[in-house]
């Protein structure tokens, strides 16, 4: 009987987690400068994810940070690494990215994809120490539903949230 009641605990945990419906995949380094390519299949979809960076000179380690910082850079990487774009297809069909996902990220550590049922999400993780972040990015097939940006010391207390709304233009 207590064999059976353990079954049905660890059964109830998995399926109350959703762990059981989604696809995780490792944590992939994102290139300072260039293209970084990011995969992850579930039995039904197959997601991949392109982020392109390029570097910006900053100075150097031992200068001093200035008073006032006219850029994303977080000054946790010298030179400085600045994304460019992101481009998300799902089943090769390319979704849209609007610009505000990605026009203040800057000094990517890593990036990882999890594939759940309806939702998956692209976490990125960027800047060190104090300057560090997290961003999840929420998708589906059709479209980016929402952006949450965190401090890495705070992760569980969103500083950002955005929402995005399909809208259909009609003659």
Excluded: W
């Amino acid at each position: 009987m207590r064999q059976i009641f353990n079954i049905v605990v660890c059964v109830y945990i998995l399926l109350a987690s959703g762990s059981y419906a989604e696809t995780l995949q490792q944590q992939t380094a994102v290139a300072s400068k260039g293209e970084t390519v990011i995969v992850a299949k579930s039995a039904k979809l197959n997601v991949q994810v392109r982020i392109t960076t390029h570097e910006v000179q900053i100075g150097k380690p031992s200068d001093q940070r200035p008073d006032v910082i006219r850029s994303s850079c977080t000054y946790s990487r010298y030179p400085c690494s600045i994304v460019d774009g992101i481009d998300i297809a799902v089943n090769d069909k390319t979704i849209i990215v609007p610009l505000s996902i990605f026009c203040d990220l800057a000094d990517l550590n890593t990036a990882q994809i999890k594939i759940g049922q309806k939702e998956s999400i692209l976490t990125l993780i960027g800047g060190d120490a104090s300057e560090s972040y997290i961003v999840k990015i929420v998708f589906d097939a059709e479209r980016v539903k929402r952006r949450v940006r965190a401090s890495g010391m705070l992760p569980d207390q969103p500083s950002q949230e955005t929402t995005y709304h399909r809208r259909v233009l009609r003659d």
